[in-house]
C-alpha cells in the first residue's frame, strides 16, 4: 500500500488502531511519552510486588481476541483470562456484604439477603439494560458518530429507550432496597461518571457483564499489554517510548508535521490520536483555533480524579475477594462533593483490587498485593496533593485496618500512590482526570469528541474521549470506529 500512519498515546486504544492499521496496510509508528507503551494499563514493581496500574476488570474479551485474528493467532495461545467468582464482593459501612456474582441464580440468592421482592426488578433491570446494549452497544459502539444527521436518526431509539434518565434513575425504577440501588447504580464511576448524571446508556453494561462475563488476565492486565507488544513487533509497527508528541503543524488542512521532543516528524499519510482530546485541541492544535464536535474545553464536564493507593501486606488477607467496593454511607452526596463541589470530604468509597487473589505470581510468597482507588476531586479542585496524599493514605489504611483487613497498618509495605497530578504530569490527562470527559448524556455519541477531525483531513481519534468512550471496550472499540472510517474512505470492504 506504500502509506504511513502515525499513531500518537499507546493505551488501548493507540495499541488496537496500530494493529488494525498495520493490517490495513500501513506503515505504522506509534509514539509514546512513557518509557512503556500500555498507558493507563502500565505495570509498576516494586520488591517483589507487581501492580497494574489501571484497568483490572476485563470485560468483552472478543475485542482483544480480534486484535489476534487479525494476524491469523489466537488469544487463547497467549492470554488466559479467567472467570471470576464473584465478580465484585460489596462492602457496605455497617458490615453488611453483598457478593455480585457470575449468575443470576447466584446473585438472586444474594439479592434476596436484602429484599426478595428485588428479583423480579433485577429481572426488569436487565432486560432494559439488554434493550439498551441491543442498540448502544451492538449498533453503535463501533460506528461513527461524526455527521450530526446520524445523531437525529438514532434520538428517537434513545428517547425510546430512556437515555434521557440518569442510570441512577433507571436503577431506582426498579430496585427499591437502598443498598442494592447503591450497588447497581456504581457502574458509570469504571468509566468516570457521576451514576446520578451519566446517562442510562451506560446501564448497558450491566448486560454486558451478563453476556460475556468478567474476566481476570492470568499475569494481570499488563500480560495483555507485553503480549500485544510482541504482536505489535512482529508485524513490524514501529515503537517509539519516550517521546512526546508537543505540536501538529497543519497546512492545507492536514497535519503535516509532528513535533516531538526529540524530532520532526514528516512524510505520513494519516495520524490517530490517543492521547487526551480536550489536550490535543487546546494545546497541540491551539494556534488553529479549531471547531470542536459540541462545546470548548472550558464548558465541558471532565471525569473525577483518581487517588491510586499502592502497596503489598506481609500476610495474606484471604477473606478480601478479588474486586471489593469498600462503600461509606455517603452516596449520592459524596459523589456530589467529588464531581460537582470538587472538595476532599472526610469520608470516601473506595475499589479495592487484590489480583493474589487470582494469581500468586503478584507478590512474594504468603504476601498479597493490593491497589486501593479512591474517587476523588480532579485538578479544577482546589486541593494540595502534595499534603493531602499523605493524609488521605494514612486514612485509607486507617479504614480498611478497622474494617475488612485487620492489622493493615502493622502489615502493610512498599507503598506509594498515584494522584490527579501524577494523571495530569504521567499520562497529560486534562484536569487530571482518571478517565477523560465525563459519560453525561450532552457528551456522548456526535456530542463526545469525534473519531475524525472535521476540517483536518488526516486526523482521527482512537480514545476514551473520543466515542464511543472510556474502558476498555469503549477504547478498543473507538480503534474500530477509526478503522471503519478509514475502510471506507479507502473503499475497502
Ligand atoms: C485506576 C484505573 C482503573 C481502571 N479500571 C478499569 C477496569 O477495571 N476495566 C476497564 O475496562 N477500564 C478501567 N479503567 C479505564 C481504562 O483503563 C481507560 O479508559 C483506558 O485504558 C484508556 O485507554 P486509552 O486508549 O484512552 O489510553 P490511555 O491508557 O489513557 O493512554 C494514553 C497514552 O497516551 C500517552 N500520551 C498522551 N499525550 C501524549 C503525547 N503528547 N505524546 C506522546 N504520548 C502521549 C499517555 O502517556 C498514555 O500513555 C481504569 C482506569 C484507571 C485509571
Not at 423 to 432: A, I, P, Q, R, T
Amino acid at each position: 500500500m506504500n502509506k504511513k500512519a502515525v499513531v500518537i498515546g499507546s493505551g488501548f486504544g493507540g495499541i488496537a488502531i496500530s494493529l488494525r492499521l498495520r493490517k490495513l496496510g500501513y506503515e505504522t509508528t506509534i509514539i509514546e511519552k512513557l518509557n512503556e507503551i500500555g498507558g493507563r494499563a502500565r505495570v509498576f514493581e516494586i520488591n517483589g510486588y507487581k501492580h497494574d496500574a489501571g484497568p483490572t476488570v476485563i470485560t468483552a474479551p472478543f475485542l482483544f481476541d480480534e486484535l489476534f485474528e487479525l494476524f491469523n493467532k489466537k488469544r487463547q495461545d497467549y492470554l488466559k483470562f479467567v472467570p471470576l467468582e464473584p465478580w465484585y464482593r460489596y462492602y457496605f459501612h455497617d458490615g453488611r456484604t453483598f457478593d455480585y456474582c457470575s449468575t443470576i441464580d447466584k446473585t438472586n440468592q444474594q439479592i434476596s439477603k436484602y429484599d426478595k421482592s428485588d428479583i423480579d426488578g433485577y429481572k426488569k433491570l436487565l432486560n432494559q439494560s439488554k434493550k439498551i446494549f441491543d442498540v448502544g452497544f451492538t449498533k453503535l459502539s463501533d460506528k461513527p458518530f461524526i455527521s450530526f444527521f446520524k445523531m437525529i436518526k438514532v434520538i428517537p431509539n434513545l428517547i425510546f429507550l430512556q437515555s434521557y434518565l440518569t442510570v441512577s434513575q433507571l436503577v431506582n425504577k426498579y430496585l427499591k432496597n437502598p443498598y442494592l440501588r447503591k450497588a447497581f447504580s456504581i457502574h458509570p464511576l469504571l468509566v468516570g461518571g457521576d451514576p446520578h448524571t451519566t446517562t442510562s446508556i451506560y446501564a448497558l453494561i450491566h448486560y454486558l457483564e451478563r453476556k460475556w462475563g468478567v474476566f481476570f488476565c492470568m499475569g494481570g492486565t499488563g500480560k495483555i499489554v507485553s503480549e500485544l507488544k510482541k504482536l505489535m513487533i512482529n508485524c513490524n509497527i514501529e515503537i517509539k517510548t519516550n517521546t512526546e508528541v508537543k505540536e501538529f503543524i497543519v497546512e492545507n488542512n492536514k497535519i503535516s508535521k509532528i513535533i516531538t521532543d526529540k524530532e520532526e516528524i514528516t512524510n505520513f499519510d494519516l495520524v490517530v490520536c490517543n492521547a487526551d482530546p480536550p489536550v490535543v485541541y487546546s494545546k497541540l492544535l491551539k494556534k488553529y483555533n479549531l471547531k470542536r464536535p459540541f462545546k470548548k474545553e472550558k464548558n465541558l464536564l471532565y471525569s473525577m480524579g483518581l487517588f491510586v493507593l499502592f502497596f503489598g501486606t506481609k500476610k495474606k488477607y484471604n477473606d478480601v475477594a478479588h474486586h471489593t467496593i469498600w462503600m461509606t454511607e455517603r452516596f449520592k452526596s459524596l459523589l456530589h462533593d467529588i464531581f460537582r463541589k470538587k472538595i476532599l470530604s472526610k469520608d470516601f468509597s473506595l475499589y479495592i483490587h487484590r489480583p493474589t487473589a487470582t494469581d500468586k505470581s503478584f507478590a512474594p510468597e504468603g504476601c498479597d498485593s493490593f491497589y486501593v482507588l479512591c474517587p476523588v476531586p480532579n485538578l479544577q479542585g482546589n486541593i494540595n496533593w502534595d499534603k493531602e496524599s499523605e493524609i488521605l493514605k494514612d486514612r485509607i489504611i486507617s479504614e480498611l485496618s478497622n474494617t475488612i483487613m485487620p492489622d493493615l497498618e502493622k502489615t502493610v509495605t512498599d507503598v506509594f500512590w498515584m494522584n490527579p497530578n501524577d494523571f495530569n504530569k504521567d499520562y497529560n490527562s486534562m484536569h487530571g482526570s482518571g478517565f477523560s470527559i465525563a459519560p453525561i448524556f450532552t457528551q456522548s455519541a456526535w456530542f463526545r469528541y469525534h473519531n475524525k477531525d472535521k476540517k483536518i483531513k488526516n486526523l482521527y481519534f482512537s480514545t476514551a474521549g473520543a466515542h464511543p468512550g472510556a474502558g476498555i471496550p469503549g477504547v478498543l472499540s473507538s480503534a474500530k470506529v477509526v478503522e471503519n472510517i478509514i475502510k471506507k474512505e479507502l473503499n475497502i470492504k
